[in-house]
Each structure stands twice: as C-alpha cells, then as structure tokens.
C-alpha cells in the first residue's frame, strides 16, 4: 500500500485509539498515517498463538457490552463472541478446600456491602482512596478490595481515586472473542495506512504544519493525534517542541499505568473444570489474589492473573518468579498433581517491560480524577490531540473507552482541517 507522504492527519499509535481515529479520518474522505513503534499494530492488545490456541496478552474481555464499539465490529466482520458472563461459571477457595456454601454467601454479602460503601462515600463531597471508602475486617473484604483495585484497577487499593473509580461505567455485560480480542484488532487495523517499526521520537507542533521526526525521516501533517499510554507522555519519550503544557504533563502523571501479570498455561483439562471458569481464594489483608480463569470456549487454557505491585514486582524478577507464583497457586487449590499437569512454556506476559507500554492501564491518583479531561482536550484548535484509555472518562482503561477516545480526537482534527 502507498502510504501519504503529506497526510491531512498524523496519528501516532496502531492501538485500539489510533486505529479508531485512522479509521474515522478516512471515513470524512481525509488522508491519514499512522506511525507506529513497534512491528505489529494493536499496541496492549495482542493474541498470541504459541500454546496452540488463542492467548491474549493484554486485553481479553469486551466490557461494557450494551455500549462496546467493538461488539457491533466483531460482529461485522463474522467473528463470534461469547457472552462470558453467562457461561461463567464460578468458584471460591478458603486455603487449599472451595468455600462451603455458608461462606459463598459471606462472600457475596461482602460484594454488596463492598458496593454499597463505595456508592454512600462517592456521593459524599471530596475525593479519597478506594482503601479509605471499602470495608475492612470481614473474613472477604480483602478478597473484594483485591478484585476492586489489585486485579480490575491494576493498582493497590489505597493509591486509586474512589471518584475516578466510580466514573468508570464497568457495570455492564461482558464478551470475549473466540478468536481473541488480538486479532479483532488486527482485522480492524487491515487496509490502514500504518507505517510499523516507525517511533516518533520529535513532533515539532508550533507551525501551520505539524512535523513528525524519526528513523523514517519526516513526516508533516495538518494534525496530529497522538495515542501514547500516559506513562510516555510523563516520561517525554517524545520531544513535544513547544513542549506540551505543565498542566498536560501533570495529568499524564496523575493517570500512571497500573500493572498486572498474566500467565497462559496448556493442560486446564486436567482440572476437570467446566468451560468458563472462574475461580479465586479468600486472601488475608496484604495477600495477593490469583485469579484464575479457565478454560474459554472449551479450550485447555489456564489464564492466571495477579495485579498490583506483587504483579510488578514478579515481572521485575522475571519470567520463571511469575511462573512459579503462578503454579504455587494452582497447587494450592488444586493439588501438586493438578500443577505438575500444567504444561512447560507458559506464556507469560511481561508489559511493564514493554518499552512501548511500561504497564497496563492507566489508574487516576486521589484527588485527581479530573485529569483525564485535561489530557483528552483539544491543543492547538484540534491540530494536536491526545488520545487514548486514560482520555475517557466513563471507559477508562478499557479497549472501548481508547476506540472512543480515538473517535473523539479525530473528529476535533477534522473540524480544524476545516
Ligand atoms: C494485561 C492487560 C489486560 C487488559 N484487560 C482488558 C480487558 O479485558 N478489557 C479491556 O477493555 N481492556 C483491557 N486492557 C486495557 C486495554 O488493553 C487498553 O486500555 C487499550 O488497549 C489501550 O489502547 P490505546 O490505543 O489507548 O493504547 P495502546 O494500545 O498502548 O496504543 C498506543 C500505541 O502507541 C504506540 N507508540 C508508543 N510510543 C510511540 C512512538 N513514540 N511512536 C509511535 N508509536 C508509539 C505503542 O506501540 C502502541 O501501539 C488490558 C490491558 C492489559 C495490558
């Protein structure tokens, strides 16, 4: 394909935002390139096929089903999806037995509970931590804090922004894609003028044109999108000439990338465990939660996840630390037979050390919820736009809040093209 050499929008980044915004200028009849660093589009969503069955790295669920750009998409390309919430199906341990069903029950109460609290403090005045607004000393409350902030938010409970927190719309439906959420967005990248292995490493933005600078030589445009996760933006892996302003900086910084760690293992089977299940342990205040799903669509998949900063500090150690968490856990619940029948070469993802990510998604720091507006507003009448997850207010951190995001930039660019 002959890539515009002069396009009418730059778009920085081939993930879920710059792929929406690319596919949204070409829509309105305008030129685009997307450049993107790395050698594949899709930037934190990748399937990976090396177990011999689709394995997402990054994002895997469709949230927020009922308002999901990507599920009318999916389905528009004859790609099927599952509705994961209905077919899931779930299981709680206390230490190495399930939980009776008196303690199911305690469980779910302190769901409710959890929930109610953090509704009663949110719609007090003033903004505090997720740990200061969910309840503490039940024998789940930990558990609940766990999934609330470790797993779902990335980050520990009391560095999260509870008004943040709260805007966030995750409340509806959920699917997954059989063929991965991956390759959903490769499908959806195909036919794009992306320019791959291209990191900008200069945009100068002060003139009628922008210019973009790298190891592809220069590019000017009309506008610029720019889709990098915030902790580049923090960082300046771009030199932004004028520089961007403090007060965009700072934002970048309130809204840091959390991390969390999967593992993919072959040999689920072995568990006897039906299609869709999903299965997490009682932890004790401080102890990190597994969660595990297994077997979707069927599949011999294990997929373990811990988030947070053991999740950080596991991948800092390295692939076999995660590996040996991973597998602990297991053989806990399971029994050492059931880990040793898990496969050798799991994968195991490792996005704090991506280069072009340093974590997952973007979480807001207390008292700071409202900077994920300041990022997502137009510079230069629309000729230079931020996009991406930590732009959107309702669906931050989601593959659907990013596609909106880039939506959103594109038509700014456009009204400035005039
Ligand atoms: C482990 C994990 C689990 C997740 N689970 C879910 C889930 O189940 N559901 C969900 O909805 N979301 C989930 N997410 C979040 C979701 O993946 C992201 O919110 C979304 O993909 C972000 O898209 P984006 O376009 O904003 O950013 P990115 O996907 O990060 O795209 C930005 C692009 O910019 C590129 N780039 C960076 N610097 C430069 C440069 N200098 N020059 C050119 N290109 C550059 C990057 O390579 C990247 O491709 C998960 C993420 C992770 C990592």
């Keep these: 394909m002959r890539l515009p050499s002069e396009p009418d929008v730059l778009?920085?980044?081939?993930?879920?935002?710059?792929?929406?915004?690319?596919r949204a200028v070409l829509?309105?009849?305008?030129?685009?390139?997307v450049l993107e660093a790395r050698d594949r589009p899709g930037g934190r969503v990748l399937t990976d096929h090396r177990l011999g069955l689709p394995f997402d790295h990054g994002a895997a669920w469709l949230h927020n089903a009922e308002d999901n750009p990507?599920?009318?998409?999916?389905?528009?390309?004859?790609?099927?999806?599952?509705?994961?919430?209905?077919?899931?199906?779930?299981?709680s341990f206390v230490g190495d037995r399930p939980a009776t069903p008196?303690?199911?029950?305690?469980?779910g109460e302190a769901w409710d509970r959890a929930t109610a609290a953090l509704a009663a403090r949110a719609a007090q005045p003033g903004d505090c931590s997720l740990a200061e607004?969910?309840?503490q000393g039940g024998a789940w409350d930990a558990t609940v804090s766990a999934w609330q902030a470790d797993i779902i938010s990335a980050a520990p409970p009391g560095r999260i922004s509870l008004a943040d927190f709260t805007a966030n719309a995750l409340d509806g439906g959920n699917r997954m894609v059989e063929d991965g959420l991956g390759t959903l967005l490769a499908r959806l990248a195909e036919g794009l003028p992306i320019r791959l292995s291209a990191p900008v490493t200069r945009l100068d933005w002060g003139g009628r044109q922008a210019v973009a600078e790298g190891v592809f030589g220069t590019i000017r445009a009309g506008a610029v999108i720019a889709t990098l996760p915030t902790s580049l933006i923090a960082a300046e892996t771009i030199r932004f000439d004028p520089p961007l302003p403090a007060e965009v900086l700072q934002a970048a910084a309130d809204l840091p990338l959390g991390s969390v760690a999967k593992v993919g293992f072959r040999g689920a089977t072995a568990l006897g465990l039906p299609p869709f299940s999903s299965i997490d342990r009682q932890v004790a205040p401080g102890?990190?939660?597994?969660a595990i799903s297994a077997r979707p669509f069927g599949r011999d998949l294990l997929a373990c996840h811990v988030g947070g900063d053991i999740a950080a500090a596991l991948e800092a150690e390295g692939d076999a630390a995660l590996e040996a968490f991973m597998r602990a856990e297991v053989a806990l619940r399971f029994g050492a037979r059931a880990a040793a029948a898990l496969h050798f070469?799991?994968?195991?993802?490792?996005?704090?050390?991506?280069?072009?990510?340093r974590g997952v998604y973007s979480y807001a720091r207390v008292g700071r919820a409202g900077a994920r507006q300041i990022l997502a507003a137009p510079m230069a009448g629309g000729r230079l736009c931020l996009a991406g997850e930590a732009c959107h207010t309702r669906l931050a951190g989601t593959v659907a809040g990013a596609w909106y995001a880039g939506e959103a930039a594109a038509a700014a660019a456009l009204a400035a093209l005039g």
């Design 70 to 91: 990507l599920v009318a998409l999916a389905g528009s390309l004859g790609m099927a999806l599952a509705d994961s919430d209905a077919l899931r199906r779930e299981f």
């Design 133 to 135: 607004a969910l309840p």
């Design 102 to 107: 008196a303690e199911q029950a305690d469980y």
């Design 27 to 33: 829509a309105a009849g305008r030129s685009v390139l």
């Design 11 to 22: 778009v920085i980044g081939a993930g879920a935002a710059g792929i929406a915004a690319a």
């Design 287 to 290: 102890e990190p939660l597994v």
């Design 345 to 357: 070469d799991p994968i195991v993802t490792a996005w704090q050390r991506d280069p072009w990510a």
